[in-house]
């Protein structure tokens, strides 16, 4: 029988774990249990949920100036203790510069809500006079949901935890947050830059556990926000249409790039494998199958193949080379069964794959591969690796058309000879984002612009520009009438109709 030390210092057998609802958590670098977590039973959350929506009411009555003047503390305290933070997700996710660059990009969003929010409030409450009637005026309330809950993944640990919440907060929601079980570490220190700001700890309550404290935050909360795979979006947007909530769901994607025949080729390699190889492909927007040109299939491609032998595992030292280890060992697994499938088909290996095991976790060297077609599961689910499988397209017709040929829809790519050659064909792809001339670009426009996931790829609206906040504000109309009232003869049958009501 395994041992295992749980945090809180006891010693405790795999079996006694189960039985007091200990969960082991493993490290991505080593492959072996080093924490553990101690879920909140449900009528625990069940307690928080009262809690954080008595503390809502005060925090929505004290108005948008007092929230943005907390959320800047907060974004203070995080930068504060921006390091500590990303230590701790660099266990969680064995990468060291993406978990120490995440927290100032999570303090940048605060900084960005706060400068926005006030103005996206004002726009949102109309008043004026009905069209029809023009002794009836109206006025707009902006109601908050009471309470939020964010269920969020393990691939972006402490960025995907906030994505919601920061513009919910600013809403006037309080907000109960479930990271991933897989990536927990992270939230002690997040805890910690909360704890030091009384007002928002009020409001703001991070919870660790799996998929039965995600239930138990489903049966809570006013409106949920869900960042994760299709599996669990589903059953989670059916819990939600039972209990009358809002689910607003971002799910997975299998983002198609377009290179043309006039693209450098040199640049489309370059964006390409940065699409697809950043964070070990582990980014729901990672560019997962690629659309080029036949003409320069094979020069593309070889230039592909050089850049991708060119980039290293982050092993043995977490601080140097360009891939960490798949953050979940199982994920290695499905990835390597994408990659057997395609190969079996007649796909090509050209570079890199399939998945080793080095002192015990799972690295994946950046892998192209030719002679691939939408029969293979790599052309058509998400694979969430480092994997960069390269298809031949005789006309623009058929690279919309195999690009559009998906049950996802989440971004995609163009890279062309020029902007206007991209333009247009980013325009006939079907997804809320598409990136011209680079890849991945979405990430940088998330509090300026509006997309709305298309097919399995999320539901409920943008989580991004002004909606990201106003999808957590339900309007009330305020419907005044100022002249007298018409009485039930002006309804009679037989009265003359009058010009207005
Ligand atoms: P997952 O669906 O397994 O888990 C996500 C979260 O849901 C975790 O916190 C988990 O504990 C919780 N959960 C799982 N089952 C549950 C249940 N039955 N009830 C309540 N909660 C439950 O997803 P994952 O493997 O952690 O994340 C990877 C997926 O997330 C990929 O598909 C990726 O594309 C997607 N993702 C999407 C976006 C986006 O913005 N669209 C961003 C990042 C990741």
Same mark, same amino acid.
């Given at each position: 029988?395994?041992?295992?030390?749980?945090s809180n210092? +006891?010693? #405790?057998?795999?079996?006694?774990?189960?039985?007091? &609802?200990?969960?082991?958590?493993?490290?991505?670098?080593?492959?072996?249990?080093?924490h !553990?977590i101690h879920p909140p039973?449900? *009528?625990e959350i069940?307690g928080l949920g009262t809690a954080l929506r008595s503390a809502q009411v005060a925090w929505n009555e004290a108005g948008i100036g007092h929230r943005v003047a907390v959320m800047r503390r907060w974004a203070d305290v995080v930068e504060a203790n921006a390091a500590a933070i990303g230590d701790a997700e660099t266990v969680d996710t064995? /990468?060291?510069?993406v978990s120490h660059e995440v927290p100032h990009m999570v303090v940048a969003a605060i900084r960005g809500w706060c400068d926005a929010a006030p103005?996206?409030? &004002?726009?949102?409450?109309?008043?004026?006079?009905?069209?029809?009637?023009?002794?009836?005026?109206?006025?707009?309330?902006?109601?908050p949901?009471p309470l939020l809950g964010v269920i969020s993944? !393990?691939?972006h640990p402490f960025l995907l935890s906030t994505l919601d919440a920061v513009p919910a907060l600013l809403a006037g929601c309080a907000v109960i947050v479930k990271p991933s079980?897989?990536t927990p570490r992270f939230v002690e220190p997040v805890a910690a830059s909360i704890a030091e700001v009384p007002e928002l700890a009020a409001v703001l309550r991070y919870v660790v556990g799996?998929?039965?404290t995600?239930?138990?935050i489903?049966?809570?909360?006013? *409106?949920?926000c869900?960042?994760?795979?299709?599996?669990?979006?589903?059953?989670?947007?059916?819990?939600?249409?039972?209990?009358?909530?809002?689910?607003?769901?971002?799910?997975?994607?299998? @983002?198609?790039?377009?290179?043309?025949?006039?693209?450098? #080729?040199?640049?489309?390699?370059? *964006?390409?494998?940065?699409?697809?190889?950043?964070?070990?492909? %582990?980014?729901?927007? *990672?560019?997962?199958?690629?659309?080029?040109?036949?003409?320069?299939?094979?020069?593309?491609?070889?230039?592909?193949?050089?850049?991708?032998?060119?980039?290293?595992?982050? +092993?043995?030292?977490?601080?140097?080379?360009?891939?960490?280890?798949?953050?979940?060992?199982?994920?290695?697994?499905?990835?390597?069964?994408?990659?057997?499938? =395609?190969?079996?088909?007649?796909?090509?290996?050209?570079?890199?794959?399939?998945?080793?095991?080095?002192?015990?976790?799972?690295?994946?060297?950046?892998?192209?591969?030719?002679?691939?077609?939408?029969?293979?599961?790599?052309?058509?689910?998400?694979?969430?690796?480092?994997?960069?499988?390269? %298809?031949?397209?005789?006309?623009?017709?058929?690279?919309? /058309?195999? =690009?559009?040929?998906?049950?996802?829809?989440?971004?995609?790519?163009?890279?062309?000879? @020029?902007?206007?050659?991209? $333009?247009?064909?980013?325009?006939?792809?079907?997804?809320?984002?598409?990136?011209?001339?680079?890849?991945?670009?979405?990430?940088?426009? $998330?509090r300026?612009?509006?997309?709305?996931?298309?097919?399995?790829?999320? #539901?409920?609206?943008?989580? $991004?520009?002004?909606?990201?906040m106003?999808?957590f #504000?339900?309007?009330?109309?305020?419907?005044?009438?100022?002249?007298?009232?018409?009485?039930?003869?002006?309804?009679?049958?037989?009265?003359?109709?009058?010009?207005?009501?």
């Open positions: 029988m395994t041992e295992t030390r749980p210092g +006891h010693h #405790l057998d795999s079996a006694t774990a189960a039985a007091t &609802d200990v969960l082991p958590v493993r490290n991505p670098r080593t492959g072996r249990v080093d !553990w039973r449900p *009528a069940a064995g /990468r060291s510069r103005a996206i409030l &004002d726009r949102a409450r109309l008043h004026g006079v009905s069209s029809v009637t023009e002794t009836v005026g109206y006025d707009t309330e902006l109601d949901y993944p !393990w691939n079980e897989v799996g998929p039965e995600g239930q138990a489903v049966d809570q909360v006013d *409106a949920l869900f960042t994760g795979s299709v599996p669990t979006g589903r059953a989670l947007a059916q819990a939600c249409a039972r209990r009358f909530i809002p689910a607003f769901l971002e799910l997975g994607g299998k @983002d198609a790039a377009i290179v043309t025949a006039s693209a450098d #080729l040199r640049r489309a390699a370059a *964006a390409v494998l940065k699409g697809a190889a950043h964070n070990t492909g %582990q980014v729901c927007f *990672a560019t997962e199958r690629v659309y080029v040109d036949r003409s320069v299939h094979d020069e593309f491609v070889e230039e592909l193949v050089a850049q991708a032998r060119r980039l290293e595992l982050n +092993h043995p030292d977490v601080t140097r080379g360009h891939l960490g280890p798949f953050i979940l060992g199982r994920q290695a697994d499905i990835v390597d069964a994408h990659l057997a499938d =395609a190969v079996a088909r007649g796909a090509v290996v050209r570079c890199g794959g399939p998945s080793e095991t080095l002192d015990g976790g799972r690295y994946m060297r950046a892998t192209v591969l030719t002679g691939v077609d939408h029969t293979m599961t790599i052309m058509r689910e998400e694979t969430f690796g480092p994997v960069v499988p390269v %298809q031949a397209f005789d006309t623009v017709d058929e690279a919309v /058309r195999l =690009a559009n040929d998906s049950d996802y829809g989440l971004s995609a790519a163009v890279i062309a000879g @020029d902007e206007q050659e991209a $333009m247009a064909i980013g325009r006939r792809i079907r997804a809320g984002a598409v990136s011209l001339m680079d890849t991945s670009l979405t990430i940088t426009i $998330m300026d612009v509006e997309k709305t996931s298309y097919g399995m790829s999320g #539901l409920g609206g943008s989580r $991004m520009g002004p909606n990201g106003l999808r #504000l339900r309007r009330k109309a305020l419907i005044t009438r100022s002249g007298p009232v018409p009485d039930m003869d002006a309804l009679r049958e037989d009265a003359a109709a009058p010009a207005s009501t």
